[in-house]
């Protein structure tokens, strides 16, 4: 198996989740019972931004996170969050040590 290259993936697989939003919101997610379009956008989102966070310093983990406001345009501020997200971790080195939950505790960890 090839080496993984996370950030492609992870602007991949947002532009995936904008693209589907195109359906609906309201849409039901098949594997996320109970869940809208809506609701998946909003939670990969707000993991995206904490993850963000932790990786640049501005908080040191759970304790200090602060969830975000919901916007009124989901959609764009996911797809903002997700390149914001891509673009930050691309500028720092994985060795770089950050809160995590596990063992290895750097952005690489975060990366992944």
Same mark, same amino acid.
């Given at each position: 198996?090839?080496?993984? @290259? &996370?950030? /492609?993936?992870?602007?991949?697989? #947002? @532009?995936? =989740?904008?693209?589907?939003?195109?359906? #609906?919101?309201?849409?039901?997610?098949?594997?996320?019972? #109970? +869940?809208? =379009? /809506?609701?998946?956008i909003w939670h990969v989102g707000v993991v995206?931004?904490? +993850?963000?966070?932790?990786?640049?310093?501005? =908080?040191? #983990?759970?304790?200090? &996170?602060?969830?975000?406001?919901?916007?009124?345009?989901?959609? @764009? $501020?996911?797809?903002?969050?997700?390149?914001?997200?891509?673009?930050?971790?691309?500028? =720092? @080195?994985? /060795?770089?040590?950050? +809160?995590? $939950?596990?063992?290895?505790?750097?952005v690489g960890f975060i990366r992944r």
């Amino acid at each position: 198996m090839g080496r993984v @290259d &996370y950030l /492609a993936a992870l602007r991949r697989d #947002g @532009d995936r =989740i904008v693209s589907v939003s195109e359906a #609906g919101l309201d849409r039901s997610v098949p594997s996320c019972a #109970g +869940w809208t =379009i /809506a609701d998946l956008i909003w939670h990969v989102g707000v993991v995206h931004t904490f +993850w963000r966070q932790v990786a640049v310093g501005a =908080i040191t #983990g759970p304790e200090t &996170y602060q969830e975000p406001a919901r916007p009124p345009n989901l959609v @764009d $501020w996911f797809r903002d969050g997700v390149a914001e997200t891509s673009d930050a971790l691309a500028g =720092i @080195d994985p /060795a770089v040590p950050a +809160w995590t $939950w596990g063992r290895r505790q750097d952005v690489g960890f975060i990366r992944r």
